[in-house]
């Protein structure tokens, strides 16, 4: 879970919200969907 730190900082500063509307908010849920890559190359073995 992030810190209310973090999530005043999206609501202040990614959202379109007054200070008056983020306020009033009792709770903030946020659902996010993240595709990792991970890339590794294979060694090359001598003969």
Not at 5 to 13: G, Y
Not at 25 to 39: D, P, R, S, Y
């Amino acid at each position: 879970m992030q810190n209310g730190n973090t999530n005043m900082h999206e609501l202040l500063n990614h959202s379109h919200l007054s200070i008056q509307d983020i306020l009033q908010i009792n709770q903030l849920w946020a659902e996010i969907q993240v595709t990792h890559q991970h890339f590794v190359e294979k060694p090359e073995f001598e003969k």
